[in-house]
């Protein structure tokens, strides 16, 4: 029996790693909180992912709330932050994009947070001119 | 001694297969081709003076006010009742109410004015352009509750975009141009203002 020739195989197999290199966006963060968002209706795609600054809420994750109790936490990037320090974030966020007018902020909250909070976040997000805001959710029905 | 031509030995490449492959199983695990979807919104303006914080005066019929206390409890108040409306936990309701309020079909003196304006596309309409709707809420009030609020409020502006942009140019809002969709948009612009939380009641 002859044998197959497998030679093209390395070629085939680099053009779906390119393919998946290509789309890939990887996870940058390390969640610290967890949280459930919430449900809607009338959601829409987040375009441009190389704008978005995620803000995440919600109570610190199981093995961490030994150390830091069990009320809600706001992270960014890969540490609890304070509101006042959005600011900060924001602005180094901006520096690395492209199109800054395109900065979109998402923040994703667990459903028990209280509106405090996220009141907070979003007066920040106002002086910081950082006025498009996402609230991440998930699709009812 | 005569030369002899020597080959240069072919290279054995039957090994890339097996690295490729590690790299692509690699990036497989590792990529989330999940999109991100979520309820656009748009923050106002920070004020351009703290110390001056200017009480806009709007008409008491242009308001729409949605309260949400610490326990998730809905009110609405608008002109055409005389005090709060009590909705429970229930903000479904809230969307036809504010359809109701946004178009005011009957032109009622109670529900927000109307004006007549000219807009490109749709030519002389006669709307509520001076509407707002205000949501309240206490610093207690779940987040959850807030956003199923926002939810039906945008819901409310969307069914009504997609209904004049249906009647007008028989297709859906998405699936209009550009001009046409800031046609519509200027026929109903979301006015949804947000006032700083209060404490009230529900404590």
Known sequence: MPEMNTSSLPDLIFTILFFFMIVTTMREVTLKVKFTVPAGTELEKLEKKSAVSFIYVGPPTDNLRAQFGGTTRIQLNDRYAEPKEIMDFIYQERQSMSDQTAQVVSIKADQKTQMGYITDIKEVLRKSWALKVNYSATHRQ | ?203
Not at chain 2, 72 to 87: C, I, M, N
Not at chain 2, 104 to 133: A, R
Not at chain 2, 159 to 184: G, W
């Open chain 2, 1 to 203: 001694m005569a030369k002899k031509k020597r080959k240069v030995p072919g290279l054995n490449a039957s090994s890339t297969a097996d690295i490729s492959f590690i790299l692509l199983i690699f990036f497989l695990i590792t990529t989330s081709m999940d999109t991100d979807i979520g309820l656009a919104r748009r923050l106002p303006q920070p004020p351009e003076d703290e110390e001056v914080k200017q009480e806009l005066k709007i008409k008491e019929r242009n308001v729409m006010e949605v309260r949400i206390n610490a326990a998730g409890f809905l009110w609405v108040k608008d002109g055409s009742e005389s005090g709060y409306v009590d909705l429970a936990h229930n903000p479904r309701a809230l969307r036809d109410r504010a359809k109701a309020f946004i178009l005011n079909e009957q032109n009622l003196s109670v529900l927000p004015e109307k004006h007549v304006i000219n807009i490109d596309l749709l030519g002389q309409c006669y709307l509520t352009d001076k509407h707002v709707i205000s949501v309240q809420t206490d610093r207690g009030t779940p987040y959850d509750m807030y956003f199923m609020v926002q939810n039906e409020l945008v819901a409310a502006y969307n069914e009504l975009r997609n209904d004049l942009s249906k009647e007008k140019f028989h297709r859906l809002y998405d699936a209009l141009t550009d001009e046409q969709k800031v046609a519509i948009r200027t026929y109903f612009p979301q006015k949804i203002s947000e006032a700083e939380p209060k404490r009230y009641g529900g404590n």
